[in-house]
């Protein structure tokens, strides 16, 4: 990695953490540089505007994020593996900042055109894969073809962002817990619908 | 209605329409007079701080909702018209400003704890009255048992308020309403599952 490409991405890095911990409101170009450890004037060099840098953050989490969910579901085919995996995905976006700062841009990005359409964009491409592990996780069982695939990814996204406000509001991630618990027995009888040869 | 009522009433609903309309980081004690066309001091005579304001309000609004969900879905036993029943009142929950004012609360209580406590309070009366609703809608078909109610509720609150944010985000409704659309065959099929004798 060259030298510019190594600060970009601290910048990037610095601006998710900063969303993630002090929200959208708070994250200026001096808070971002402080928790980056860098003079202001650094992301000036490497991004037009805030805006221009709020952006370049959100793509950078979410390209980091989607790599690794599509590693890590790739070969997770049951229903019973598939959960596992979001279990383990789920702690990785809490503990990167990522599912934080990402629900600190949905909120905030209302004010902006530039920002909403550049988060819905990735909403967007969220909600594509969501869909595609619930066709392939469907195939085969009787709820194929009767959940209405696109909805149930939209519905998916609403709900993980939903969550992330409530954990909030919580305080603890005790609310994810709760339902991650809850989904292990329907993931098994998913599978027991339609048994597969990985299970 | 006692005339101190009715003043205080018009303050509650003051508040609601403030934190619908302007967010939560807008809604001070000014804003809302000016919204209300009343003096900020009223307020004060009714309310000991702002605090109390926004829990009252809040308190407020989701008991009128709340008789408002109970009355209209006492009847709605098959799960299409409970669907028909949820989708009338959501377009409620919109037009009244209790959606947007909710979760303007829900988002902006984190920072304190007393207005975090009422707020969870709300959202667990919430999910307790969801969960009789889903209770009494799968009684007597194959799913009664399976779906673990409790959790159930937690990601329809969950669902509920990332909608409200992704709907802010689309600056529309077209979400909720492609989603009330794609639930239509599945409240179909759920009541081919247990004919009831009122559908």
Chains 1, 2 share one sequence.
Do not use: C, K
């Amino acid at each position: 990695m060259s030298r510019r490409t190594e600060t970009r991405e601290r910048v990037l890095r610095a601006t998710v953490d900063t969303l993630a911990t002090q929200g959208y409101a708070t994250t200026t170009a001096r808070a971002i540089a402080t928790t980056g450890g860098f003079a202001p004037g650094v992301i000036y060099y490497h991004f037009e505007d805030l805006e221009d840098l709020l952006l370049a953050a959100l793509r950078y989490t979410s390209d980091n994020r989607m790599e690794r969910y599509s590693i890590r579901t790739a070969n997770a085919l049951a229903a019973g593996d598939l959960l596992a995996a979001l279990h383990e995905l789920y702690a990785e976006d809490v503990a990167t900042g990522h599912i934080a700062a990402v629900q600190e841009l949905v909120a905030g990005a209302v004010g902006s055109t530039r920002l909403s359409d550049g988060v819905r964009a990735e909403v967007r491409r969220w909600e594509d894969f969501t869909e595609t592990l619930l066709v392939r996780l469907l195939d085969g069982t009787p709820l194929a073809g009767l959940v209405p695939s696109r909805a149930a990814a939209m519905a998916a996204m609403a709900f993980y962002l939903g969550l992330e406000m409530l954990t909030h509001l919580d305080g603890n991630r005790s609310r994810a817990e709760t339902l991650f618990s809850a989904a292990g027995p329907m993931a098994a009888l998913l599978d027991a619908l339609a048994p597969r040869g990985d299970t």
